[in-house]
């Protein structure tokens, strides 16, 4: 066989194939005009004497997860340099309140040279972390939902997926079926997936919902509550524009609540002006109350608003630094029992 360009019939198309040496290995990868990474299920193998068909796609998936893990690896090490930065701010911070003060410097911090700290360039108030890292890339293109759920789900489970694969903008609804969810992950990532959806229910009840940020994380774990379908909001519209909505969060005071405010406004791509649809998140003693509405302006001082749906309560109890395939991801905050002793005290 000869490397260059054939044509082979795949599907009943005719697609232009090249071939790839790795040496000793030889692997045929059709271009994919829909994707831009190519993947497992992108590839056609022809029956080769020197190395089987199952070998080569052992070979590849390994090939995939040493790309994943040096990522991984990347990433912890980045993650690590801002834990080392903070500490060296935390102790500027010390040194420079003493200082306008009055106070004696702590004992530990006394090496530090006073003169370097007044004039550093990066001593400023707010500083860049993971989380900004995390969401880099966020302004460059839309966000591409890929939304799921658990096995074997029941009719009002599904309609609910639906609905709020209608919700939100360039989501996509798969069927779950017997698959895992670490070739779900495997395949969101291979598809310039953003973020990943998996809805979950209780006797036919939605109850649970997970949104993991793709390809590194965070992944958001929340508990639904009160789920009303677009067919059972009295007086609802019917239909469900096109519009990118604009989004309205209120009441996020905490560091918490501006972490669950970053998860989900990068759901959603950037709306134009003009736009007629609006969906809110509004926060009250930690369950957050979300709603889906249009309003129309037919006089000056004078609007109108109309609840499109579906409408559901959220309430966060675990956000994680890892991926939902991950098997012991770091943990950045989880709700305890003995969080509520205090019933005056909120997270958001």
């Known amino acids: 066989m000869k490397s260059g360009y054939h044509k082979r019939k795949v599907c009943g198309l005719k697609r232009k194939s090249r ?9 045929l990868i059709r271009f994919c005009h829909d994707a831009k990474i190519l993947g497992i299920h992108q590839i056609d193998l022809f029956k080769l004497p ?12 390994a090939i995939m ?3 994943l893990a040096r990522e991984r690896k990347e990433y912890l090490y980045r993650k690590a340099l801002e834990a080392k930065d903070l500490e060296i701010q935390s102790n500027k911070q010390r040194v420079i309140s003493a200082v306008n003060s009055g106070n004696r410097i702590p004992h530990d911090l006394r090496d530090v040279n006073v003169d370097e700290i007044a004039y550093d360039e990066g001593n400023t108030e707010v500083r860049t ?13 839309d966000p ?16 609910f997926c639906k609905e709020l694969s209608q919700t939100i903008p360039n989501a996509t609804r798969i069927n779950r079926g017997n698959y895992l969810m670490k070739d779900v992950v495997a395949a969101a990532r291979r598809n310039d997936i953003t973020d990943m ?9 939605p109850d649970g919902m997970v949104i ?23 007086d609802g519209v019917r239909t469900v524009p096109q519009q990118y909505p604009h989004l309205i969060f209120e009441n996020f005071t905490t560091p918490l609540g501006r972490r669950v405010v970053n998860i989900l406004k990068h759901l959603f791509p950037v709306p134009k002006e003009d736009s007629k649809r609006v969906i809110t998140f509004v926060n009250e003693e930690d369950f957050v109350a979300v709603r889906h509405h249009i309003f129309e302006t037919p006089s000056k001082n004078r609007t109108e608003l109309a609840e499109i749906g579906p409408r559901w309560d959220l309430s966060v109890y675990e956000v994680r630094l890892g991926t939902i395939d991950v098997p012991n991801p770091d943990v950045e905050w989880v709700a305890r029992p003995y969080h509520r002793t205090a019933r005056k005290r909120y997270f958001l």
């Open 19 to 27: 071939i790839f040496i790795f040496s000793p290995f030889i692997i």
């Open 50 to 61: 020197r190395l089987s068909r199952s070998r080569c796609i052992i070979l590849l998936e």
């Open 65 to 67: 997860l040493r790309r």
């Open 129 to 141: 972390n993971h989380v900004d890292d995390e969401y880099s890339r966020a302004g460059e293109f």
């Open 144 to 159: 591409r939902i890929l939304i799921t759920t658990s096995r074997s789900p029941s009719s009002r489970l599904q309609q």
């Open 197 to 205: 959806i998996v809805l979950h229910e209780h006797r036919g009840i």
């Open 212 to 234: 993991c940020h793709l390809p590194y994380g965070p992944t958001m774990y929340l508990t639904l509550n009160n789920v009303v379908l677009r067919h059972d909001v009295k």
